[in-house]
């Protein structure tokens, strides 16, 4: 597709300066709550990138030289400058991603802003080096940048997650350059802005939009880029983590994930079904810690399936930019087909459907937009694709279970290892359960709580690595020693 004139362009952001894509050649992006396009990004290819990773490596020497408490005011001031922009920045959110504009404003765009926050006060925080010292050697541990990363984000959580990756990156001395998701870049060429009103140097951080297939690859096996964090499908992930290994590139990858939430007969309903309805609703099902399989105990399973239906039939999908919407539209024609392809799938199959699984009909300008019912089932198999598969999307199985074996069996089952939840007011049984679930993450009586200190990935096929506080620091630099013999003369 090529430029349109009378759309808003959108502008890669290299070395400093916003700048058209060398080919000349445009990606129309869609309002999802219309389905009509509102402006145009750059179709990016390898010259753009080659462009981009070149101004990387010119400000890598200088940057890196900068002390952490230089680098860390630096990232205060863009926390200050996004901070000041939190409206604007969640009203954008809210019409290129289709998520609710009290999602982005309460949570996801200070979340951004606490992301350069929470690394600049680590690296402002932290010695330069961590002696070891034994009888018979003086170990000095140092970390030092590897030069430029690749931070490749999705569509989800726009900014929140690009800025997940951006402020540990710059953080700790390195350059990047990002590829966002082709289908929402508003809010990363906004950001563009924002690093040039805080006075960061050209060629820290670089932003290249476009196609992962072209763009993204390009960045991926380009030469010069030494380490890659990716957040996104897990198909495009093995992908990514072939590339990388032809060249031993160091790669994070945070990936699907299908999440089970174990609910036992114990559990406190009152604090319960709102916090189910948003681990199963919230973003419309978009969120990669989302709840989409609930095992709930059997004398449990009659009154929260009644419960939970009833307060969900009140969250209503609608106009994301209206306080009175529970849930906007997905993110794409293309992946509510998908999400729909399911919901076919669980009709063939004898799936009960409690709640949904249809398009609402929304008044104009709504009515081409992306939406659909939230939807609860019951009665699907254990091995059905709609149990293993992930759907991403406004669609959650409940499946009863009769003690604790019979809940951690299926919830095991499937490919995937991101966050799990369980709810019980047993905590020798919380403990137990927490430990036996294979998922990277176990939330006990709670849901999407997350402290930045901590670590976050996946387990089998939901990614490699950790990132967070001291995992972000392992991953983002190399880790040195330098050992000298105690005592020996000078
Ligand atoms: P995706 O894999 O299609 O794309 C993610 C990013 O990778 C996009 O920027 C895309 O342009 C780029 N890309 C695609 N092909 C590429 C290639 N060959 N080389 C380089 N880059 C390429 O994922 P998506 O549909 O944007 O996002 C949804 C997925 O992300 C879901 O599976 C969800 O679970 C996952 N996700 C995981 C986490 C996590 O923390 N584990 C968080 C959010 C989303």
Not at 111 to 123: L, M, S
Not at 174 to 202: R, Y
Not at 367 to 377: D, H
């Amino acid at each position: 597709m090529t430029f349109r004139e009378s759309l808003p362009l959108l502008a890669n952001f290299i070395d400093g300066e916003f700048s058209a894509p060398a080919s000349g050649r445009y990606i129309d992006n869609f309002s999802p709550a219309t389905g009509l396009v509102y402006a145009q990004i750059p179709n990016s290819d390898a010259s753009d990138v080659d462009a981009a990773v070149e101004a990387a490596k010119r400000a890598f020497p200088a940057w890196r030289a900068l002390s952490p408490l230089a680098r860390a005011e630096m990232l205060h001031t863009i926390a200050d400058k996004l901070e000041a922009r939190t409206e604007e920045f969640a009203r954008a959110e809210s019409i290129d991603q289709g998520k609710t504009l009290r999602l982005a404003r309460d949570i996801e765009i200070p979340r951004a802003v606490k992301n350069f926050r929470f690394f600049a006060d680590f690296i402002s925080g932290r010695e330069a080096s961590r002696p070891i010292a034994t009888d018979i050697a003086m170990n000095e541990v140092v970390h030092s940048p590897l030069g430029v990363a690749a931070l490749i984000s999705p569509w989800n959580l726009p900014l929140y997650l690009l800025t997940w990756k951006i402020a540990p990156a710059i953080a700790f001395g390195n350059t990047v350059v990002c590829k966002p998701s082709e289908l929402t870049p508003m809010t990363a060429f906004m950001l563009g802005e924002v690093l040039t009103a805080s006075g960061l140097p050209p060629g820290v951080c670089n932003i290249v939009h476009g196609l992962g297939s072209k763009a993204g690859e390009a960045l991926v096996t380009h030469p010069d880029v030494k380490l890659v964090s990716f957040t996104g499908g897990t198909k495009t992930g093995k992908h990514i983590a072939e590339l990388c290994a032809r060249d031993l590139k160091r790669a994070s990858l945070e990936l699907g994930g299908k999440n089970p939430g174990i609910i036992f007969a114990d559990a406190d309903l009152g604090e319960c079904i709102p916090t189910t309805l948003r681990s199963s609703f919230q973003n419309q099902g978009e969120i990669c810690l989302c709840n989409s399989r609930l095992y709930v105990e059997d004398s449990l399973f009659p009154e929260f399936v009644e419960r939970f239906s009833a307060v969900a039939r009140r969250a209503k999908p609608g106009d994301p930019l209206s306080d009175n919407s529970f849930l906007g539209p997905l993110v794409s024609r293309e992946h509510r087909e998908k999400v729909m392809g399911y919901l076919e799938i669980a009709r063939a199959e004898g799936a009960t459907f409690h709640l949904g699984g249809g398009i609402p009909e929304l008044p104009e300008p709504f009515s081409g937009g992306y939406f659909l019912e939230p939807t609860i089932l019951s009665n699907v198999a254990a091995d059905s694709r709609v149990q293993m598969e992930e759907i991403f999307g406004p669609v959650v199985t409940i499946t009863p279970f009769h003690g604790e074996d019979e809940a951690l069996h299926p919830a095991n089952s499937t490919e995937f290892g991101l966050p799990a939840r369980t709810r019980t007011q047993d905590e020798a049984r919380a403990a137990r359960v927490a430990r036996a679930i294979d998922s990277a993450t176990v939330w006990v009586n709670t849901w999407m709580l997350r402290d930045l200190n901590a670590p976050f990935g996946g387990m089998k096929k939901s990614g490699w690595g950790r990132e967070g506080a001291e995992w972000s620091l392992d991953f983002y630099t190399e880790t040195k020693n330098i050992c000298s013999k105690p005592g020996a003369s000078k």
